[in-house]
């Protein structure tokens, strides 16, 4: 059997943190007991100022701990990865868990389908201590899910398992996204490759505390960077790039009026301008594939 696929192979676990000294120990805890053990777990501590180091120090023979000066989930990942040796990169949020089979299971699934790069699961959803629903709009699809994915985040970084090869193609984690940054990788991994499902929820997402950075961003300002990009670029095909015009002149047109209602002027006048960028009667750019 190719080495790639070998029975256990390692699989690099990167748990970003930031000031999560109240909860990153049960996020590590949940990696520890997993069923699968042959796994490489790597902690970044993002420059917290809290007592981070001193939670951790009781797990320090059983994972790699590096801290960076405060950059950002998006480093703090990128950072993780760059120091990872295994053939797969999975990561967790340092305030989601992990069931225990949930390794396992994506491993057995990677090595039933050797073509698969790419892979989550479905999650169990808590906000402040009470389990919910997702919404229909939420709702996880499998394979090409790219057109799906331009409204809103359809992957969760927690769930994710990937070879890190992959990387080595799309790139890594966008560093000058604040937020968002998952859903711009996502993007570029999903217009040429299928994200595959596992149906059945194997991590617990947790949400509603304060220092979450969904709360802290208006989160279509950084999905509207992100679709910008991908319109510069010309790996998209001819559908996807009108399906990508079309969902950025949505969100671009509602950020815009945002900026007029609040009087930000010189913000709204960027919009604008990004708008005529990319108005519908632009022609498809030349060069690009047909698809």
């Known amino acids: 059997m190719d080495n790639l696929f070998q029975e256990n192979p390692l699989v690099s676990v990167i748990i970003p943190t930031f000031n999560r000294g109240w909860i990153v120990t049960e996020a590590v805890q949940s990696v520890i007991d997993q069923d699968y053990q042959h796994i490489e777990i790597i902690v970044v501590d993002d420059g917290s100022t809290d007592d981070t180091k001193e939670k951790i120090m009781p797990f320090m023979e059983k ?3 590096i801290t960076q000066k405060n950059q950002g989930v998006s480093a703090a990942r990128n950072a993780g990865i760059r ?24 491993v057995n699934f990677f090595n039933t389908d050797q073509d698969a790069m ?8 808590i906000r402040n201590s009470k389990r919910v629903n997702p919404k229909k709009k939420h709702k996880k699809l499998s394979g090409m899910i790219f057109e799906p994915s331009l409204h809103l985040c359809l992957v969760s ?11 080595d193609i799309k790139g890594y984690f966008d560093e000058e996204l604040k937020a968002c940054e998952d859903y711009d990788l996502w993007l570029r991994i999903g217009s040429t490759i299928p994200v595959y499902l596992i149906d059945k929820p194997l991590i617990v997402k947790r949400g509603g505390h304060e220092d979450q950075l969904s709360g802290r961003h208006s989160l279509d300002k950084y999905r509207i960077r992100s679709l910008e990009k991908l319109l510069k670029n010309r790996e998209l095909t001819e559908e ?22 609040r009087g930000k002027k010189d913000e709204a006048e960027l919009y604008r301008r990004k708008l005529e960028q990319f108005c519908d009667d632009k022609p498809f750019p030349s060069g690009l594939s047909k698809g």
Do not use: N
């Open 63 to 65: 994972i790699v701990f």
């Open 83 to 106: 120091i990872s040796h295994g053939v797969f990169v999975a990561f967790l949020d340092s305030d989601d868990l992990w069931l225990p089979e949930k390794i396992s299971i994506q």
């Open 118 to 125: 790419i892979c989550q699961t479905e999650e169990i959803w």
């Open 157 to 167: 970084p927690s769930a994710v398992m990937m070879k890190r090869s992959l990387f």
């Open 240 to 261: 996807q790039y009108s399906a990508t015009a079309t969902v950025f002149h949505e969100k671009c047109s509602i950020y815009f009026h945002g900026c007029i209602k």
